[in-house]
């Protein structure tokens, strides 16, 4: 999956869109480079976008170059402020700043005057066909297409008409301005492609200026020119609309930017497309954009990813020239390795259990050291209540183990993480049989760090004192879909996930985790990695699971 990519490591090799920078800087042909990313400010960002941003902005940072931020806003209706907003907000989170925020939009006017120039070369016409008979008269990949009757109306006919479409004479859909190309080219794009249609719309930022609006391979180019972008970096299904790119410069006469297209970025058991995305938001799948099972950028943000691991992820997935799908796997993996390094170590019981040391005085409290990072020794420690009640997980506990069971079971011993070896010697159940609770007894010579007592345990686990903890709610995340490629689907919607979010309100923690900040990282000894949701309170944290502290992933790949 992901090792054909692998090799793009830094400082091993350059990638593709790498070499042809270095060439251009060699040769003369540029003395600095210039990229964009151009999102569509139609839904918020998704990793997809996240591996686009960290390749455009990432090349002009190691090149010296610039990398602008240009709004693709185009097509007024699907269009929003929020939207806006939320780009620019998790690119600077991603770490990154627009030498420019700009917009498509800008250049509406001078879009419009070029089209002009090129109808009076005689290079568009305005045609009145049905789209029908348009499609109609475009013919097939292996058979020409037909001269709609428009195509040889006069340049100053053209004009005329051109004006009216811009003036709103025209209903929306009446006529269309097209590039006249080649209608018997094998290239589909390059059969006299639309550069303008008519829709009355309000626009987020030109508002009803304009009753005609650019296609995308009208704008695109020539947007990319007017900023002096050196290397128009964009996704493959972009490779047959390259010729029509420099078609368009080329007829204008303008700076010679140039598209490279890679490979975008797939992700198992993920859907990515934003039209995919909105659905989900839309319908209610998910509760939002930045719902912590949304592969967004904000989503991610929520559930707890850092900016680090996600410009590591798209490091490690590197710029392939194939379409290729990545093990999702692997973006955990980025997190872990991150999170390892950082996060502070907590005690957690997500389902607790109540444990009594019979032999353990009532009312006694000793503060046992514990460490708050063994991967960081600055970290320090901290000091955790130990007393006669504890919780352990209910998981710990099995009342008939099969063998080679290390936890917690009847006549078993265990250690308590930091603490001391219990054994158990009663379980307590209620008259429907469930356990209540587990009675044990403590060996006060066993005490982590100073243990004599000369016992040998297999297990170990973590514990809170029961008179020392905070309620928190703790929400646990599996994966949105059931099946590997989701878009492939009949209705993706069918392959979700009934049981994606678990939600457990009796969690107990730490008190040290009562003033939780929205975004802040911990480790749950034993349990992952969790992050602060912003819908934590005074009263009462909330947790999301980032992720297992498993990693199956690199088990799997042979790390
Ligand atoms: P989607 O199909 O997911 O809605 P899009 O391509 O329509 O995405 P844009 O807003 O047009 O979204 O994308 C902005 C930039 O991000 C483009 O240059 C596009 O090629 C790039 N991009 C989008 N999706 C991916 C992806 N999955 N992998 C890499 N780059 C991507
Ligand atoms: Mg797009």
New binding site residues.
């Given amino acids: 999956m992901h090792s054909e990519n692998a090799k793009n490591e830094p400082g091993e090799s350059r990638n593709f869109i790498e070499e042809i920078i270095e060439d251009d800087l060699r040769s003369g042909k540029h003395t600095s480079i210039q990229t964009r990313?151009?999102?569509?400010p139609?839904?918020y960002l998704?990793?997809?976008?996240a591996?686009?941003i960290c390749l455009n902005f990432g090349l002009a940072e190691k090149y010296g170059g610039k990398c602008n931020l240009r709004y693709?806003d185009t097509n007024p209706s699907a269009e929003e402020q929020e939207y806006v907003d939320s780009i620019l907000a998790d690119i600077r989170w991603l770490g990154f700043e627009p030498a420019n925020v700009l917009f498509t939009s800008d250049y509406f006017q001078q879009l419009y005057e070029w089209a002009v120039q090129l109808i009076r070369d005689g290079k568009a016409y305005v045609d009145f066909s049905t789209s029908e008979e348009i499609a109609k008269l475009k013919g097939t990949p292996t058979t020409p297409g037909t001269p709609s009757k428009f195509r040889d109306s006069t340049p100053e006919d053209n004009l005329a008409f051109f004006e009216k479409m811009k003036n709103g004479e025209y209903p929306d859909g009446h006529c269309v301005l097209r590039a006249k190309i080649d209608l018997a080219s094998p290239n589909m794009h390059l059969r006299d492609p639309y550069l303008y249609r008519i829709k009355r719309a309000h626009h987020h930022r030109t508002g009803n200026d304009w009753a005609i609006y650019p296609m995308y391979d009208w704008a695109h180019g020539q947007s990319d020119s007017i900023e002096h972008i050196t290397h128009s970096?964009?996704?493959l299904e972009?490779v047959p609309h390259r010729a029509l790119y420099d078609w368009c410069i080329e007829q204008l006469g303008i700076f010679p930017s140039k598209q490279y297209e890679?490979a975008?970025?797939?992700l198992n058991y993920t859907v990515?497309?934003?039209?995919k995305?909105l659905q989900l938001v839309n319908e209610g799948y998910v509760n939002g954009w930045d719902d912590p099972r949304m592969p967004t950028i904000s989503g991610l943000r929520r559930r707890g990813y850092t900016p680090a691991s996600l410009r590591e992820f798209a490091k490690r997935v590197g710029v392939a020239k194939r379409e290729n799908i990545i093990d999702v796997g692997l973006l955990e993996f980025c997190v872990r390795e991150d999170l390892n390094k950082t996060a502070l170590r907590r005690f957690a019981v997500l389902d607790p259990l109540k444990v009594v040391i019979t032999n353990y005085p009532e009312g006694k409290i000793e503060w046992l050291e514990t460490e708050n990072n063994p991967e960081d020794q600055d970290a320090g420690n901290r000091e955790l209540a130990f007393s006669r009640e504890l919780y352990i997980e209910r998981d710990d506990f099995m009342e008939n183990p099969p063998p080679k069971y290390f936890r917690l079971s009847p006549g078993g011993m265990v250690r308590l993480k930091s603490a001391f070896i219990i054994e158990c010697t009663d379980v307590k159940k209620d008259a429907s049989g469930e356990i209540t609770a587990v009675h044990c007894r403590y060996v006060p010579e066993s005490r982590s760090g100073q243990d004599t007592s000369g016992l040998k345990v297999k297990g170990v686990i973590h514990w809170l004192s029961a008179a020392h903890t905070r309620r928190a709610e703790v929400r646990l995340y599996d994966r949105l879909f059931q099946v590997e490629d989701p878009a492939a689907e009949e209705d993706f919607k069918k392959a979700i996930n009934p049981d994606s979010l678990q939600i457990l309100a009796n969690a107990q923690v730490e008190p040290a985790l009562t003033g939780a900040v929205a975004g802040e990282h911990f480790q749950f000894t034993r349990l992952g990695y969790f992050c602060a949701d912003p819908d934590s309170t005074a009263e009462l944290p909330v947790f999301n699971r980032t992720v297992t502290l498993r990693d199956s992933w690199a088990k799997m790949a042979g790390k």
Avoid at 46 to 49: N, P, R, S, T, V
């Fill in positions: 990313f151009p999102p569509e139609n839904g998704h990793i997809g976008h591996k686009a693709d970096i964009c996704t972009f890679f975008r970025l797939n990515m497309s934003k039209r995305l």
